[in-house]
């Protein structure tokens, strides 16, 4: 969203460099393959890394117009545009983007404390990007969330934590506090901080009672109970961000 909104001028370089700190205090960024190197003038992996200012450069030289947010699991792995490195790294990190304009994709990763290294590769054709719209996924995170809720009802999930709803609370309270981009859709950020929300639903959920140990049967059910939920909070994420990015760019091609 940052990346989008930058590049067409609703956002500041230092805005979009702020923006990166509550993920990691050092961002480093490298290319994976000559392609990548030569196009945007990066340094390969394992030389010394560029900063994301000189990402930032390469980016409008190339003629980057947006990113659109990939967010793949196993079994799951729409939008990385069949097998490659690009998406062997992304589904490893569980989170990628790819650079719209080009034919160029970004997966991070973290390799030391608060540093987090992006790295950049070229993609032999740019990956086909299912469209969700925000009322669907918001329709789809709702959905999952009442039928989710009533199956982990039915298993006893929040048996032994008396305190489970204060529990909610500290985690909730404990997330980052964002930024976001002026001019930031308001749709997209509910949409957002909902899919934040159920997510912390989500890792509570899928841990065992404390002082307590599933039986086979018991983890599998959860977990079964948990995977559209799971899939929704991913959904509803790409859905937001993308619809963001699209925006900041409508509102460009406007002016």
């Known amino acids: 969203m940052w990346t989008a909104a930058w590049l067409h001028g609703s956002a500041a370089a230092d805005d979009?460099?702020?923006?990166?700190?509550p993920w990691g205090l050092r961002h480093e960024i490298v290319a994976a393959d000559d392609e990548a190197a030569e196009a945007l003038e990066l340094p390969m992996d394992g030389e010394s890394?560029?900063?994301?200012?000189q990402l930032l450069g390469s980016l409008r030289r190339c003629g980057t117009v947006g990113a659109r947010l990939v967010i793949p699991v196993a079994g799951d792995v729409r939008g990385l545009g069949g097998k490659s490195e690009f998406a062997s790294a992304a589904l490893?990190?569980?989170?990628?983007?790819?650079?719209?304009?080009?034919?160029?994709?970004?997966?991070?990763?973290?390799?030391?404390?608060?540093?987090?290294?992006?790295t950049v590769f070229a993609l032999g054709t740019a990956p086909v990007l299912e469209h969700v719209g925000l009322g669907e996924a918001e329709h789809e995170l709702s959905e999952a969330l009442r039928t989710s809720a009533g199956t982990l009802q039915s298993l006893e999930v929040a048996r032994g934590r008396p305190g489970v709803r204060q529990e909610l609370r500290d985690r909730l309270a404990k997330l980052p506090e964002l930024e976001w981009p002026a001019g930031m859709p308001q749709r997209a950020l509910r949409v957002l901080q909902r899919a934040s929300e159920v997510d912390t639903i989500l890792a509570l959920a899928a841990e065992d009672e404390p002082g307590g140990a599933l039986s086979s049967s018991a983890a599998?059910?959860?977990?079964?109970?948990?995977?559209?939920?799971?899939t929704a909070v991913r959904t509803a994420r790409r859905a937001a961000v993308n619809e963001a990015a699209r925006a900041f760019s409508d509102h460009a091609d406007q002016h």
């Open 16 to 21: 979009v460099l702020d923006a990166l700190q």
């Open 49 to 53: 890394p560029a900063t994301p200012v």
């Open 92 to 118: 490893r990190a569980g989170e990628a983007a790819l650079l719209t304009g080009t034919r160029f994709g970004v997966v991070p990763r973290v390799v030391a404390d608060q540093v987090l290294r992006w």
């Open 220 to 230: 599998s059910q959860r977990a079964d109970a948990l995977r559209p939920l799971d």
